[in-house]
């Protein structure tokens, strides 16, 4: 696009009726076609075609456009080389060419335009300090004058022949010019004199008074000559008397439309629109005359220009804004105001900002827009360009300016008028750059439309920024910008006498003023936000940052950054992030993390840009490669390249936009070179101060600076947009230039120079814009805001270190972004301290979001990862589950990197170590992780095999090896084997999608890999037992794993070519001779695996047969570790069934271990001694023979539990079932202990094969007496054991029942057997008759016990064999448990039974609390008692237990009410008679229940006075009936140290004292409720008047939060938990009690904190003078207002209409109390 070109078509913001001036005529020679007939530019027939003369405006109107289109051409891309070579061309007299010579003299004359220009002519005269403030605006002519260029270079005779033609026709031009002077203003003269003459006759002749009028067309011919001659700058030429009467003229228009406007249904013929129209051009012509330069000081009337004013004001707003908007339509059109609107407006802006119009009047849009209002709107938005060019030509008043002001301010309240917005931007920038002393008025405006605008506006953003796409920023945002770069200006140059300020950064102080007054008056209403208002002023931020975060790389507007500097500078203070207020300093972190994250985004752009024009400014000139671009980096290839004179460098053409036709044979400069040769030009002489010593810097940056200027330059496009952008950075590298007041003169001529040309004469092509913005950008590296981002940063991160969770939220989320822009800031040791801080965050959305900030982006940085790794791994363990799921998605990350993760195996250990977590979906996604890293195949990977002849892929072997690594660190396979067993049937899959076809191929899939990885497995057993000495040792890991994979398929290891492969392949280990725990755990697996196998062999091998049998036997026989043993006995139960032979090595074992069992119970030696005493005595190998019996108990139990079908179908007659159950029943009631423990294990391999044995007579007694609390440890854990292993069994067997049952029927509808295989009632019998003794074990002292008890529970109801209610009591108490396994599998059956069972469920409660207080005192919690209380730290883990249980229930309002109302019935001594330790143990309960509604505090205090409403008065009166009798009467009168001293000594019946005690006892339990009712109300703010106003029957009010004072710990140290024992111990208790019933009838507020720390309310003095100085006046009063106490109700009904606050012992008629 040529120059021309951009400065038309490439504007921004402007309409076709700006910009139709300026556009130019086809690019052909000057004159050409003029004299052509086919154009009919002029006519043959004189007088055929003859003109009207100067008084047909239709005729003259034509020929004046096209004069003024002439005029506004531009041919300065024709290249001519004299402008004098083109001969004038000659029109015949009355042609239309003659016609436009007379408006335009100069209309065919090669004329060169200037380029649009930014500057302001200067005034004729102005007072000095006008002159002052417009600075480089006056002076810009003269630095263009001095600017220099560099001139086509001729040839010296060619040169000096042009010389001497020039000045010959040179001399011819001027005196033609000097005879066309007069003709110039002639036509215009002839014009006015005609109009002024007829207006004589009706009026005054200086046309002040009112006389005739012109037509709207006769104002336009006015208004088009005056146009031609305000372009030619001849507007000076019209005599002054002429100038000054056709103003009157025109002011007489102006006062002729006084209160005219355009109404709705006026059109373009109307009369209104014809009167306000010739005004507005009146108008027109009037301004153009005074904005024009070298005007007299006489036209200059205040009054006419405060009138123009007023009637621009006036057609804004009643015809414009009346159009658009319909609140100003319904105000002046129904006769009102415009101060209506205002004060309308700004009570909206105190409200709150406007949501919407007014709902009657719809908005209307443009398209509905009149016409005549559109072509009255286009008018203004010329007024308004012509008010600016008189701001800078004449001073105003100070009123006319406010009045200017505001009339422009008022357009920015209006929608789709943005043309008129943008001159209003204008005509403001102006007066603030030249008007100081309104700046801060103009500010207050500003504001004041900021708050006024819609928050719901949907086109808030208007304004578009300069080429760029789709980038808009609202008008009010641009205005700021504009505002605070015109108020800068570089100082003036001063002579050596004159003093200068030291001080550079004084001319850019007033933009920081500026600045810091918008920003605070800001912060002021930001600070205080109320209501809705306050999230308007919120998003009015937020939209304003936005606006300047989009501009700040806009080459135009760098204000952009000064003003989020200053924003910065003070949200780091106490009015953002160091605010008191919470919002406030959540929603500065916001902004703050907001700008710091586009600061980092520009400083990463900027280190990865590789821009030429930036590389060389850093490097400097260097070698450089040929035929390489230094732009594009490619080579010449086919592409034009050219090379720079200067550096050197080569460029494609294409990329410096030259072609190979613009070089005519010259040299050529890049653009750094072009303005290093524009730099070094600079003459510090020329500027005649004494600045002659500067030196011009010759770093790159001032080349780049240089850079941005021309382009400025060079694109300003008339509205001053970029003439003070280029002011505003000149001012801001003047104030940090370090040769300070040097460098004045350099930025001075910087400001005036021209863009530099090349050497042939051919402009030099302008950078694109996208090369300007990243020019733009590194420059901004330098600046004050990019140099603060530590700064920023370091306060992000102090606060992650709030009090409060919401701001700690908003800091991660801001440093969040920052990394989300550059991932190696978490490198960094500062955030990585601040970051791994919050992991142990006490919110857990918090820890949440440090996860997310670290997993996001740590992925792609593995050296990060590495240093985040332990920490992170940590949090695995966290108590929110939304943290633990987000940990094990990083960690299966750091598992997928490509380049692998040096602690994968780690990862892997900590996420399968959530393989049993309590949360189900955690569960599933562990499996879903490891499906994912061990099982799942990735597409597109190629397919490389371990070695030579392997059918296993490397990838297979890779996961193999992980997972054997894994297995090391595990205790036990389970989790590996339920990672195998779901990845097999993918059941974390989601429901619906488990039948889809690619589910199908997946299983398929799987289960092919899991066989490869059980064949790889087999290749590292062979490979170690190779490659290893210690070749056991080395196989266990994968012995172990090949055992995993077979507990979950068996067939995996027995493929079908060759299904006894495995089994043959690990026979022979069988026969290792060593014996230590890692041999026995490969035995133990090797066996197990061959076991799984054996029957899925139809005929196996008879040598593998036989060899087996031997190397079982002799492993049964002999090895120590007894898992070994049972092993080998499963396996060889396994082998005989499928046997060919009938089992000899099992019969044989089994009557060898029978015969020595029965041998010794036929001995009466053995019958009369223990077997252990008769050993050690009569046998030398007595030690051995021991042994040998415990082994044959042991034995013989596994091969009855493993064979009993074969041990029945032995030819033996001797050894038969019954015969082995009176074999263990006399070894179960043998004296020596550790046979019977041994017995009890064997015993319980023999239930499982014949449950019915244990409805046994004599073995039930035997469990029944293992299960009691006397019976030792070893035998209730042993008993307990055999009952769980006994209900898995049954869970086994009724799973394999439900798995033949679904191949016939669907497994819904299927209801499963309780017990299994058809003994659901030898289960529930055998259950049912010890489960009383289960229970108790569930509160015994060893926490072993306890923990095997509960698993028991667990299986029985999981299985549905008992009431579930039964064991509810217990369950609580063990909630209070300090062993966190059983407390949390208690807790997780409870909630299961208050999900199923919520109503029997609230029953039991109160059962639970008495019990867990039980558990206590027994000491099974290691409770450690002092007198009087209950150890803290016990009462505390059962508060916490308790605390869990309330929140199953509190979510139903009846079951927490039947609680709370349960408990509180407790302390009614006469019904409940519970001991007074327990009494305080519910009391420390109750008040630690974590409410979470007002209403249940409330609730539980309207319980309490219930209960002392019906006993508390009653009790007061039978205790002091007691006292009046003798030898008890007068002691109650007596002080309290007499009445203890004389009450020990007296001695009273027996009968007497019991009654007193159960009175003391009442008085004991009445005085904790009054102690827990006042610890209530003070802790939860609630007085007198709050609980009597509440009823249980009241709905519920969600609204009302609990909120918890900062009261003291409850105490009720004072309370006497002994029973009393004399006379003088229930004096005192009695006295207790009177105290608190006195103290009870005080409000909260006197035991309250102070009023520091709470809020206001009901002062103490107050109280104190009203309870305090007389008890029975507040008693009084409420006994005036409240309703009559209801009779006495000991049911406990939790919605009895009681009454509340009321002192129990007042309610009593006919008695008075005596103080």
Known sequence: MEEGDRKTYGLANTAHTEIAQSLPLPSLPIGFGATSQGLSLFEENEHAARLQGARDAAIMSKAGKIAELLANTDSSYITLKDETSIPPVVAEPGSLAAAVLKFNPQAFSCRFSAPLK????????????????????????????????????????????????????????????????????????????????????????????????????????????????????????????????????????????????????????????????????????????????????????????????????????????????????????????????????????????????????????????????????????SILALLKDLLSVEKLLDSTILQLMKTVLGTFGVDNIQLLQLKAIGVASMVFNIYPQHQTVMIDELLSMLWKLPSSKKNLRTYHLPEEEHKQIQMLVALLLQLVQCSVALPELRTGQEKASTDTRKCFEPAVSICNYFWRNVFQRWAVPKAQEGSDVKLVMENLVLDLLATINVPEFPAASLLLQVLCVLLLGPAGVKSKDVPVRVSAIDILGQIAAHLKRDTVAYSKDNLWILQETQEGPSSFAKDVCTSCGHSKANKFILRCDSCKRWFHGDCVGVTGQDLIGRGWFCHCCLCRNQLASFDPGSSGKSHDTYKVPEDGAVIVQQILLNFLRETDSGDNVSFFARRFYLCLWYGYDPQGLQSLAFYHWRWGSKAPHQDFGITSNAISRDIIVRITRALGQQRPLARGFDRILERLLASLQEN??????????????????????????????????????????????????????????????????????????????????????????????????????????????????????????????????????????????????????SEIAERVQQIVDVLKSLPNHQPIVMIIKRSLTLDFIPQGSKTAAPTNISQAAVRNRCELMCKYLMECILKAEETSEDSEVQALPYVSALHAFCIVDPTLCAPASDPSRFAVTLQPYLKTLADNRDIAQLLQSIVYVIDTVLPLLRRPPQNLVEELERDLRQLIVRYSFLTVVHACIKCLASLTKISSKKGVVFDFLVRQFYKVLESWQNSEMIQEKPVSVKLHTVFPDNVFMLQNILRSLFCLGLFVRYGAELIDGMNDHDVTMDSVLNLYTHYLQSEDFEVKVKALQAAGFVFLARPDFMMNESIGKVLGDSLISKADTRLKMQTLRNFYEYLLDVEKQMGLANAKDGESRDATTAVPIAAGAGDSNICGGIIQLHWDRILERCLDKDE????????????????????????????????????????????????????????????????????????????????SRVKNKVDQNEAAFARAGISRIYKLIRGSRNSRNKFL?????????????????????????????????????????????????????????????????????????????????????????QEVLKHLQVQSDGAVALSLLLKMKRHLKITFCLDDARCQAFQPSD?????????????????????????????????????????????????????????????????????????????????????????????????????????????????????????
């Open 1461 to 1549: 109302a349960s408990v509180v019935r407790k302390f009614d001594w006469i019904t409940s008679q519970a001991s007074t330790s327990f009494l305080m143990y519910c009391t420390e309960i109750l008040v630690s229940l974590p409410f979470n509604l007002l209403e249940e505090p409330l609730y539980l205090i309207f319980a309490i006075n219930r209960i002392l409403q019906v006993r508390a008065g009653d009790l007061e009166a039978s205790i002091k009936a007691e006292f009046q009798q003798e030898p008890l009467c007068g002691l109650m009168k007596q002080t309290a140290p007499d009445a203890t001293e004389e009450g020990t000594s007296i001695q009273v019946p």
């Open 804 to 953: 409060a969770s919401n701001p700690r939220a908003k800091a991660l989320k801001a440093v969040s972004a920052i990394v989300e822009v550059d991932p190696g800031v978490l490198a960094d040791e500062r955030v990585q301290k601040a970051v791994e801080g919050r992991f142990m965050d006490s919110a857990i959305s918090v820890r949440e979001a440090a996860m997310e900030l670290v997993g996001r982006h740590i992925v792609s940085r593995p050296d990060v990862a590495i240093k985040y790794f332990d920490r992170l791994s940590e949090r695995i363990m966290d108590t929110g589950v939304s943290v633990r799921k987000r940990v094990i998605k990083i960690l299966r990350d750091f598992c997928l990197l490509a380049g692998g993760f040096p602690k994968a195996t780690d990862a892997c250990i900590r996420v399968i170590s959530r393989i049993n977590d309590d949360e189900a979906s955690i569960q599933d996604l562990v499996c879903k992780t490891f499906y994912e890293l061990w099982f799942e195949e990735h597409p597109g990977q190629q397919t490389q095999f371990v070695a030579d002849g392997s059918i296993v892929p």
């Open 118 to 381: 930014a500057e302001v002519p200067k005034a004729k005269s102005q007072p000095s300090s006008f002159a002052a403030r417009t600075g480089p605006l006056q002076n810009s002519e003269d630095h263009e004058e001095q600017s220099t260029v560099k001139k086509p270079r001729l040839k010296r005779k060619h040169q000096h022949d042009a010389d001497h033609q020039g000045k010959e026709k040179r001399a011819a031009d001027s005196g033609r010019r000097e005879l066309k002077q007069n003709g110039i203003t002639s036509g215009i003269c002839e014009l006015l004199n005609e109009f002024l003459e007829r207006s004589d006759t009706h009026g005054d002749p200086d046309g002040e008074e009112e006389g005739t009028t012109l037509s709207l067309q006769e104002m336009k011919s006015i208004s088009e000559e005056i146009t031609s001659l305000h372009a030619k700058a001849a507007v000076s030429k019209i005599p002054s008397e002429r100038l000054i009467k056709l103003l009157n003229f025109l002011d007489r228009h102006v006062r002729h439309a006084h209160l005219k406007e355009i109404d709705e249904g006026d059109d373009v013929e109307s009369d209104n629109f014809e009167i306000v129209m010739t005004a507005l051009e009146a108008v027109q012509v009037t301004l153009m005359i005074m904005s024009s330069p070298k005007m007299p000081k006489q036209i200059y009337k205040e009054e006419v220009i405060d009138r123009i004013i007023e009637f621009t004001r006036y057609q804004i707003v009643h015809s414009v804004f009346t159009a658009y908007d319909p609140l100003y339509r319904q105000v002046h059109k129904n006769g009102g105001d415009e101060d209506e609107v205002d004060e309308e407006e700004e009570d909206e802006g105190k409200r709150g900002r406007r949501k919407s119009r007014s709902g009657k009047a719809k908005k209307l849009t443009s398209s509905r827009v009149s016409t005549a209002v559109s072509i009255v709107l286009h008018k203004l938005c």
């Open 1595 to 1715: 709905p519920v009010k969600s609204a009302e939060v609990v909120s918890r004072q900062a009261a003291k710990d409850f105490d009720c140290t004072d309370i006497f938990a002994k029973q009393p024992e004399n006379v003088a111990e229930v004096v005192q208790r009695y006295q207790l009690f009177k105290s608190l019933l006195k103290a009870d009838t005080m409000d909260y507020s006197a035991y309250a904190p102070p009023a520091s720390t709470r809020k206001r309310g009901r002062s103490s003095a107050a109280a104190d003078g009203l309870y305090q100085g007389n008890g029975h006046v507040g008693s009084k009063l409420r006994r005036k207002s409240a309703p009559p106490a209801p009779a006495s109700d000991d049911d406990g009904d939790p919605d009895a209409q009681e009454e509340h606050g009321r002192t129990p012992s007042k309610r009593r008629k006919g008695k008075s109390r005596k103080p």
């Open 1344 to 1423: 072993q016990v306890r923990q095997a008890a509960i698993k028991v529970v667990d299986a029985v109801l999981r299985q549905g064999l008992v009431h579930p209610m039964t064991c509810v009591p217990q369950l609580i108490a063990l909630e209070v448990d300090q062993q966190e396994g059983i407390s949390k599998l208690a807790h997780r059956l409870l909630s299961n039974l208050n999900d199923k069972y919520p109503s029997f469920f609230e029953t039991r409660l109160g059962d639970g609390l008495q019990l867990s207080f039980t558990f206590i005192q027994t000491g099974a919690t290691h409770a």
